[in-house]
């Protein structure tokens, strides 16, 4: 079970969510592409528990089409833990993961056991083929978590064919972390992980993948 959280991404993202949904929704949408008068419903983080979802659960909660392809033969259980989960009025899927500061755009390596990590590296090295098939980078180093939350939006979309979007949602501001005040200081970060990951800004599910920005003053 989950709680309000005091400060960082977990803060702001239970705030966008709960007490400034219409923020958060028309940023998502401009970015979209879609009309502003279309809605999401948001399933997570939902007071008054702010729970929050992975794997199979997490399509539970959006209610998602079954599956063509099972999870367990891409990726171990307890995966990728999703910030927000949403839905549009078309039944578009909304997987977001948010930021407050440049350090959480790193992360460590996986700590999955043997068997889980081999999974783990065989899945990477298939969405990394297919996506930057030039880059020779390791997919589990540094940026993994970026890279496996790629990973599981290639998954929904190409191989299950899901009408999935990868949402960043980057904080401005947050001031109570030390966060970046001006977007142009997230966009020198995304520019190094993508280089460190030989991925290319244009690469094909790049139009499914959405960076919004939101100055948290507006949500206070």
């Known amino acids: 079970m989950n709680h309000r959280a005091r400060k960082g991404s977990k803060r702001w993202i239970q705030v966008a969510v709960n007490d400034k949904a219409s923020i958060l929704t028309a940023a998502i949408l401009e970015s979209l592409g879609l009309p502003g008068r279309m809605k999401i419903e948001w399933s997570s983080p939902v007071g008054p528990h702010y729970r929050e979802?992975?794997?199979?659960?997490?399509?539970?909660?959006?209610?998602?089409?079954?599956?063509?392809?099972?999870?367990?033969?891409?990726?171990p259980r307890r995966g990728?833990?999703?910030?927000?989960?949403?839905?549009?009025?078309?039944?578009?899927l909304l997987f977001v993961e948010a930021k407050a500061h440049i350090a959480e755009a790193a992360s460590p390596r996986s700590k999955a056991t043997p068997a889980s990590y081999a999974l783990i590296q065989k899945s990477l090295e298939q969405v990394r083929a297919w996506l930057a098939p030039r880059s020779r980078a390791d997919w589990t180093g540094t940026f993994f978590q970026y890279a496996n939350r790629l990973a599981h939006l290639w998954f929904y979309r190409v191989q299950n064919r899901l009408p999935a979007h990868l949402?960043?949602?980057?904080?401005?501001?947050?001031?109570?972390?030390?966060?970046?005040?001006?977007?142009?200081?997230?966009?020198?970060?995304?520019?190094?992980?993508?280089?460190?990951?030989?991925?290319?800004?244009?690469?094909?599910?790049?139009?499914?993948?959405?960076?919004?920005?939101?100055?948290?003053?507006?949500?206070?």
């Open 53 to 75: 979802h992975r794997d199979l659960a997490a399509l539970g909660v959006m209610k998602a089409p079954s599956l063509r392809v099972d999870l367990d033969s891409f990726w």
């Open 80 to 92: 990728p833990v999703w910030d927000a989960l949403g839905r549009t009025d078309h039944g578009d």
């Open 167 to 220: 949402v960043f949602v980057y904080f401005l501001n947050a001031r109570d972390v030390g966060g970046p005040a001006r977007r142009e200081e997230w966009d020198a970060a995304l520019t190094l992980l993508h280089s460190a990951l030989g991925l290319s800004r244009r690469h094909s599910l790049r139009r499914f993948v959405h960076d919004v920005f939101i100055n948290v003053d507006a949500l206070t």
